[in-house]
């Protein structure tokens, strides 16, 4: 009985498990030969396909290198590096957004001390913020939010009562919406604690505005399979910081540097070829993507005006392409689209949930009070969303909220 609980929890995937065969590849394709799902999952992303990603895994076999900063991963830190017209430095993997997180505090900060144990970050965020933060030993203080766009109002951390027990502070991007990174600046130069930026879903607002990318405060960013660009797991750090891009790499890799001696803290955090060669594959069809993902979202906001929600429907690039949001009016109104989007079999998600101190791991953190965070988050609703949608599947997700809100 344990055991078989054990095991499905260990067993997510909920297909039938299909040993491949060449001829069972089929190729989907974005855009114009959609197909619809039903139920229609919250996230259905479409990594390029294994034909897409053949020849990079073949330049991996060719190598017999496989990690540690192998020919693909530099290949694909530079490709990012020439997107933005930067140094290629400046785009440093990772094998996930959290370890990203994790890496640029320990390059910055390091671990926490005695003195300085805080980490100040908004409650609503993914929990992964907070993860990356504890990971480093910090315990997690958690602050409100703007109402108007849901990041960290600075004032609240310029004059926060607590900033002598801050050890560092992690801005985050909620849904990719980018924080304004020169008033960080100005915040980091006044209070003198280093400021990092949990960008996760940002990754198409940080390649579009390279200028937010600077030498005083790293931006990490997630490759995870549900966000916009993805290399199936991976991340990056986005930082024009030589040196601390130098101990990125050190921190992903055991705290070792060009050598075998631990001489820092770190882990292992470091991308794999393999997941390179996917990144490589994304990054040959960019362009065709990101104009997939815009007929989509703007479906969403055609669909939404029609009805009378145009205001309340978030998309790219207000949010980042991977997101088609639905911010109710009020609670009242949020129960009620989230009962008739389950009873439609649409599937939805509140994505940053109501806050990371209702999680049950970080109950035990203090914050403040966080009345904005408890107004909006039950309001912000995750509707399904793909590269592929069709444009009747968003019709009819639209249908069941106009209804629901009448
Ligand atoms: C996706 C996400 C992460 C986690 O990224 P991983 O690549 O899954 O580690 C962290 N923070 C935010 C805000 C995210 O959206």
Redesign the pocket.
């Known amino acids: 009985m344990g055991d078989s609980l054990a095991w499905d929890k260990l067993k997510p995937w909920p297909g039938e498990l299909v040993t491949p065969t060449p001829s069972s590849a089929r190729a989907p394709k974005f855009g114009s030969d959609a197909v619809r799902e039903r139920p229609s999952r919250v996230s259905r992303p479409l990594l390029p396909q294994a034909r897409d990603i053949f020849k990079y895994l073949e330049l991996a076999d060719h190598n017999r290198w496989y990690t540690n900063r192998g020919c693909l991963v530099v290949l694909l830190e530079q490709r990012l590096a020439e997107l933005i017209g930067q140094e290629s430095w400046t785009v440093m993997t990772t094998a ?6 994790e890496a640029a505090i320990l390059a910055t900060v390091g671990c926490a001390d005695a003195d300085r144990p805080l980490a100040l970050m908004p409650s609503y ?2 929990t ?2 907070a993860v ?1 933060a504890e990971r480093c030993g910090y315990k997690p203080y958690f602050i409100d939010i703007d109402p108007e766009n849901w990041v960290v109002d600075l004032e609240v951390i310029a004059l926060h009562p607590r900033l002598k027990e801050v050890g560092v502070v992690v801005a ?4 990719g919406r980018l924080p304004d990174t020169n008033a960080l600046k100005v915040l980091q130069a006044r209070t003198g604690i280093q400021i990092v930026v ?1 960008a ?2 940002a990754f198409e607002q940080v390649i579009d505005h390279p200028e937010c990318i600077s030498h005083a405060i790293p931006l990490t960013v ?3 399979a ?2 916009t660009f993805s290399t199936g ?3 990056a750090v986005f930082w024009r910081d030589l040196p601390g891009q130098a101990k990125i790499a050190q921190s992903v890799n055991f705290g070792m540097l060009g050598s075998r001696e631990s001489s820092a803290p770190g882990f292992n955090g470091r991308m794999s070829e393999y997941h390179a060669a996917v990144g490589l594959a994304m990054l040959d069809q960019l362009a065709d993507r990101r104009q997939s993902y815009a007929s989509v979202s703007n479906a969403f906001l055609r669909a939404a005006e029609t009805r009378g929600l145009a205001a309340q429907v978030l998309v790219s690039p207000d949010v980042s392409s991977a997101y088609a949001l639905f911010v109710a009016a009020n609670h009242t109104d949020a129960r009620r689209t989230q009962t008739a989007l389950t009873a439609a079999s649409v599937d939805w998600r509140q ?2 949930e109501e806050g990371l101190h209702t999680q049950s791991h970080f109950a035990g953190c203090e914050h403040d009070p966080l009345p904005v965070t408890s107004e909006v988050s039950p309001r912000v609703i995750g509707l399904p969303m793909a590269i592929d949608m069709a444009s009747d599947e968003i019709n009819d997700v639209l249908d069941v909220i106009a209804q629901a809100c009448s």
């Open positions: 996930s957004g959290t370890a990203a997180l965020t993914f992964a913020t990356a985050v991007a909620p849904y949990d996760a879903a997630s490759f995870h549900t966000k797991e991976g991340g994505w940053y």
